[in-house]
């Protein structure tokens, strides 16, 4: 059986965290109840994990040109592919 705490720190670092930040992430979870805290840990490690690889992936996008950034009338950022963007992805669906 493998140890929890193990594979929640190798599931964050293969979604970009550092091996002293994913514990830090794990070291962060607390619940008075013991038992809430076995529930509430693998949510947030699973959000952590989902968060890092979405932002990550998103802002590379950006970094490489590829998407363009605007705000809404609320204060969200909103993401669009550009002109390079929609060119790659045409490339990547075989120039459809």
């Keep these: 059986m493998d140890d929890p705490i193990q594979s929640s720190i190798q ?3 293969e979604t970009g965290w550092t ?3 994913a514990k830090n992430l794990i070291k ?10 076995w529930e509430i840990a693998p949510k947030w490690i699973e959000h952590c994990g989902e968060t890092k690889f979405y932002v990550t992936g ?6 490489m040109g590829l998407v363009s ?8 950022w909103m993401f ?3 002109d390079k963007g929609l060119g790659v992805g045409k490339t990547l669906q075989g120039g459809m």
């Excluded at 950034?69 to 969200?76: D, I, K, R, T």
């Design 69 to 76: 950034v605007s705000m809404n009338e609320e204060g969200e």
């Design 11 to 13: 599931y964050l670092i």
């Design 58 to 63: 998103m802002l590379d996008s950006v970094a």
């Design 28 to 37: 962060a979870i607390n619940d008075p109840s013991a038992e809430r805290l």
């Design 80 to 82: 669009a592919l550009n």
């Design 19 to 21: 091996e002293e930040q």
